[in-house]
């Protein structure tokens, strides 16, 4: 179940069980990832929580705090349903090219198809921050590009103590 709060007539926020989650362990992995996690089609609310129990389950990483879950409207490819955003903080082990890797790898799980730039998705995993490097490769942006300028971006992290 998820409280429901509207924004603005375009904004809407939710929030459930794992979704403003901060957790009390201290982690062993020495690495901040903050992921931004996304998502136009299907039961995204669902999928979200799903990939939250993976991410749980896996010994690779650490969730330290998601954000409130942002349903927006899209842009760049406008005619699409509504995303639903949020952000998750975590501690990995990995060096960023191989999370990289590994949050490709998880899009694929949860049926992620790449058609088109900013085409409707399952499940969009950016990594927005890793720790406080800048990288600027053809594969992999750290801070991501434009993060700034998105809401899908600025409203989850801006509730978040990271």
């Not at 993976?54 to 842009?75: A, C, G, M, Y």
């Not at 590994?102 to 927005?128: C, G, H, V, W």
């Amino acid at each position: 179940m998820y409280l429901k709060r509207k924004l603005s007539k375009s904004l809407i926020t939710f929030r459930g069980e794992h979704f403003e989650y901060k957790s009390q362990k201290k982690s062993s992995h020495r690495y901040r990832a903050t992921v931004g996690i996304g998502g136009n089609v299907g039961n995204v609310l669902r999928r979200f929580n799903h990939l939250f129990m993976s991410l749980k389950r896996d010994k690779r990483v650490e969730i330290l705090q998601t954000s409130l879950i942002l349903k927006n409207p899209p842009f760049g490819f406008a005619d699409q349903e509504d995303f639903f955003n949020s952000i998750i903080v975590l501690q990995v082990s990995m060096q960023p090219r191989v999370f990289l890797d590994y949050l490709m790898r998880l899009e694929k799980k949860f049926a992620r198809q790449r058609s088109f730039a900013n085409a409707p998705r399952t499940l969009d995993l950016d990594i927005i921050f890793f720790d406080n490097r800048v990288i600027h490769t053809p594969k992999l942006q750290i801070p991501h590009a434009s993060w700034s300028e998105r809401q899908s971006v600025v409203i989850p992290l801006s509730g978040l103590k990271i």
